[in-house]
């Protein structure tokens, strides 16, 4: 018993006590609590006809029951003060022997009985267990439906409320209160009236219908559907019953316990909650049951995606299945379309037969259902008009797997064959495949729903091997689709016409078979005033004659061109490059004259050039004639490295000094001729800056058709000019001016008259095909012996084998973002510091190659406050490895740091480099 609290105070005063009073009742007990928006309770009385009780029933129907705690008053009807009817509040029960005495008792026969056909014997443990908040979902699931479907369970669970104390006749008028955490009345929630005695029926299900899903959904099983009758809850849900249809698909009669009608659900049916679905069937039956004249399926109305109905609303003028416009669907919201479709695609009851083990459904059977509603001591109400329901066979076959193209000929031209993994139609049922073509993939293509006009065939299984692969031969493809990109997908389809996901597309080109004719080549400079920096040998006789092809000499400073000249059938070119005129590697693929190679340029590079044609089948004509370039012309040169300074005992008399100087510098094939120019340390110091430095000779005097005897940066070159490796010997006169070069230590001799040869500084400059001395590291020397340093030109070029003998400093190679291999190092020794602009050199060797070659200018600090360098090498090829070195000089000019070597390979299509490393 509860203590302290007067509840029928508290009743009385919620109905007919004074304002005054209630208001201190309140001050007494506590605020009232206020109910979430959202929160709804429903509260149902039902007589037995059977038997002297009443069933008071409540459950949330929207949002969160809030009270766990209730009290029953009752009055009877036409009398106005109500009566608390329980003497402890009512609560979910909590001892196992309560809850047995509970369905023991006298006259529950029927509940114990159903409870124990879910739960046996133990049925009381098991009511304990499911209400445990962490139990698992299918514990959930029984806490719902148990209280719908059994009468002593909504008891035990606290949800109910068995009146036994009745009058057979009489009407009673019921209200649940909601206790507060003191056990306090704290809010009406509901009233419910019945007659003890009288079972008052009600019209229940309305307007049943057999629904089709249109998906798997429906495979091998029955699905129902009908609306909600305004007394719904009142009965609590609805049992079904099946029987086998006519064999002319009509219903015999049915009834409860008559022969051949079986209960299909083993529990009962409950009624769905409210909610969109009711929103989606008030929308439809005010707006959409006209949408179809002659009574199309409503599943037609929505299909089977939700973006296929959205489609529906305007139809589709590709697809005859949809010729339709429903005005009705196109003014409706989002919200309002979705809550249409979840009701088209809802249903209240499916049947596979899993609950009626001895009477199975049968696939492609015909059977009749009936709805009753059930309240819960038994009684059945009305009932519904028996509908036919057919169980489909809604299982589609696999997807078709591994499907590829290839092309085959077919009456002298190319067609395409499309195979595909053949399916195995004892699991699936496969009996046949469609084949769909089309010249493009839409992005929002619906895969479910393809156009008629799409399909390029049927082949049937029977028709492919077991074990072999499914093949279909497009033959309708004609000659005049070459160079056509089809797409090609396939489905299969079973015996009820369920379609398979529809395969990945594979494309195919059908191509013509007639090679396209070669192209011409015609090599030129750039157009924009390329004046000196290059130069066409296709009139230079003597050129010809050395070179024995038509070459362009140019630079970096004029990109060359390449003229091409294709025959009508071909759309474009291949390029293939080579540096040596042997092996030559494809390129990239051109269809625009003239084109330009995208790379720097490396000194005394030679490159050749061949294109093959290709048209729009893919076919390739034969190799054009080469042509090539061959880079000299103006390109950067470094400054030649004095090893040492001798006095040579040659003595003319005039007063003026002989000497021999031996330095380093790039190779003599690279090379024009060298000059020198003089200048004097002033009392030990810098020369004076506003004095020139005087010239005092040079060699490759052949080469050059004029030479200043002043300071300047221009030399005329002669047309029929000699790399100084046809001119120069490795064979020192016994006496006058020489130049030798010794191919077995790279090292160059001159002897020169030099004048004054006391606090001289030397300025040598390398002059290349461009007519351009080259950079200058001044060497100052006292005229005795040699210099205070032994300086080292790093000559690092074809026929330069030497190795490096100093400490490596770290270099980094990775793949540049817009093409070739970017080369990353530090800025030491010294950083890059104000005043620090000592330069770098790179350097590179290609796979299978021993000489290095120089691939960069001279490279030198952006700003003062960079601590790394970068320089991008665009000129290489995919699957090929290439050793990277950087050197760096000294204020001085001397060599005085390397960086590197470090080794990797061009990755641009993916890791293969299989071929030789450096």
């Known amino acids: ?37 959202a929160e709804r309770l429903e509260v149902v009385a039902v007589a037995d006809d059977s038997a002297p009780r009443i069933l008071l029933r409540w459950r949330a129907v929207e949002g969160i029951q809030r009270y766990s705690a209730f009290d029953v008053m009752r009055r009877e009807a036409g009398t106005a003060d109500f009566t ?20 023991t008792t006298v006259g529950n026969e029927d509940a114990l009985q159903w409870i124990q056909e879910s739960f046996g014997s133990e049925y009381a443990v098991e009511l304990l267990l499911i209400q445990d908040p962490n139990a698992p979902e299918i514990s959930r699931a029984q806490l719902r439906y148990l209280p719908e479907q059994n009468y002593m369970a909504a008891v035990a669970l606290g949800l109910g409320y068995l009146d036994e104390n009745v009058t057979p006749g009489t009407t009673y008028v019921y209200e649940l209160w909601g ?50 009758s305004p007394d719904e809850w009142r009965g609590f849900g609805y049992e079904v019953l099946r029987t086998q249809a006519n064999p002319d698909g009509s219903c015999p009669p049915m009834a409860p316990g008559a022969p051949d009608v079986v209960r299909a659900s083993s529990v009962t049916v409950l009624p769905p909650k409210p909610g969109r679905q009711k ?38 003028a590709a697809d005859p299945a949809t010729p339709h416009d429903i005005p009705a669907l196109n003014s409706m919201t989002p919200d309002e379309l979705d809550a249409v479709f979840e009701y088209v695609q809802a249903f209240n009851f499916r049947d596979d037969g899993s609950d009626t083990p001895l009477d199975p459904v049968q696939l492609r059977q015909s059977y009749c259902y009936q709805m009753l509603p059930r309240n819960l001591f038994g009684d059945l109400g009305t009932p519904t008009t028996p509908v036919p329901c057919e169980v489909l066979d809604r299982d589609a076959p696999e997807q078709p797997a591994l499907i590829q193209s290839t092309r085959v000929l077919d009456q002298g031209h190319e067609v395409c064959e499309i195979s595909w993994e053949r399916n195995d139609e004892s699991v699936d049922g496969t009996e046949s495949y469609e084949i769909y073509r089309v010249l493009g993939v839409p992005r929002d293509l619906n895969l479910d729903r393809l156009p008629p006009s799409w399909r390029a065939g049927t082949l049937l299984q029977s028709s492919v091997a077991p074990g072999s692969r499914a093949t279909f031969v497009d033959t309708s493809v004609q000659a005049g689709d070459a160079g056509t990109t089809f797409f090609y997908a396939a489905r299969a389809l079973d015996a009820a016409g369920n379609p398979s996901p529809l395969s990945g597309f594979v494309p195919c080109v059908p191509r013509d078979l007639v090679a396209p004719g070669r192209a011409t080549l015609t090599l030129r400079c750039c157009e924009e005033n390329p004046g000196d920096v290059c130069r066409d040998t296709t009139f230079d006789e003597r050129w010809q004659q050395e070179e024995g092809d ?21 759309w474009g070119v291949r390029v293939y490059r080579s540096f040596d005129g042997v092996k030559y590697v494809p390129g990239p693929e051109v269809t625009t004259s003239p084109w330009s190679p995208d790379f720097e340029p490396m000194i005394d590079s030679k490159i050749w050039y061949k294109v093959r044609t290709i048209d729009p089948s893919g076919n390739f004509g ?49 090379l024009l001729g060298f000059s020198l120019w ?61 130049l030798t070069y ?48 032994e300086l080292s030109w790093p000559y690092w070029q074809r026929q330069n084998p030497r190795q490096f003998d100093v400490v490596n400093a770290s270099l980094l190679l990775t793949p540049a973002p817009a093409g070739g291999i970017e080369v990353f190092w530090s800025a030491d020794p010294a950083g890059c510091s104000a005043g620090n602009d000592a330069p770098f050199i790179v350097f590179r060797r290609r796979e299978g190659s021993r000489f290095w070659q120089q691939v960069s200018p001279m490279i030198t600090c952006q700003t003062t406050f960079d601590t790394s360098v970068t320089w991008t090498d665009l000129d290489t090829e995919p699957d090929t490895w290439y050793t990277y070195t950087v050197v760096r000089y000294d204020l001085n000019g001397e060599f005085s740091f390397q960086y590197g070597p470090d080794t990797t390979c061009h990755l641009p299509a993916g890791p293969t480099c299989s071929g030789p490393q450096p």
């Open 742 to 789: 010794d191919p077995a230590t790279s090292l160059y001799t001159m002897k020169v008259k030099v004048g004054e040869s006391n606090n001289v500084v030397l300025h040598l400059h390398a002059i290349g095909w461009g007519g351009v001395p080259g950079k200058v590291k001044p060497y100052a020397w006292d005229g005795f012996g040699i210099g205070d340093l």
């Open 678 to 738: 003089t200048s004097y340390l002033v009392d030990g110091e810098d020369p004076d800056p506003n004095i020139p430095p005087g010239y005092v000779d040079h060699f490759g005097q052949q080469n050059f058709g004029s030479q200043p005897g002043t300071n300047t940066d221009s030399w005329v070159v002669k047309p029929g000019a000699q790399a100084l490796e046809n001119t120069i010997t490795n064979v020192e006169p016994a006496s006058g001016r020489f």
């Open 179 to 228: 206790l507060d955490g003191v056990g306090a009345p704290a809010e009406r929630l509901g009233r419910a009236s019945a007659t003890a005695g009288t079972y008052e029926p009600h019209a229940g299900a309305q307007n049943p219908t057999c629904i089709d899903p249109g998906d798997a959904r429906g495979h091998q099983a029955a699905f129902l559907r009908w609306d909600s």
């Open 550 to 570: 038509l070459t362009i000499l140019t630079g970096p400073d004029c990109p060359p061109q390449i003229e091409i000249q294709k025959p009508n059938d071909a």
């Open 84 to 103: 608390l009817q329980n003497l402890d509040p009512i609560e979910p029960m909590t001892e196992v022997q309560e809850i047995q005495d509970l369905f």
């Open 622 to 670: 034969a190799f054009s004639d080469p042509a090539s370039f061959l880079f000299k012309l103006n390109v950067p040169l470094p400054a030649p490295t004095i090893k040492k300074v001798l006095l040579d005992l040659q003595d003319d008399g005039d007063g003026e000094d002989w000497i021999r100087i031996q330095f380093y510098s790039l190779s003599p094939k690279a």
């Open 1 to 37: 018993m509860r203590q302290g609290i007067d509840v029928t105070q508290g009743h009385a005063c919620a109905r007919v006590f004074a304002l005054a009073l209630c208001v201190l009742a309140a001050l007494l007990t506590g605020p009232l609590q206020a109910a979430p928006p």
């Open 279 to 316: 929103q989606g069937a008030s929308l439809f039956a005010a707006q959409c049951q006209s949408c179809h004249p002659g009574g199309r399926d409503d599943a037609q109305v929505a299909g089977s995606t939700l973006r296929d109905f959205y489609r529906r609303q305007i139809g589709d």
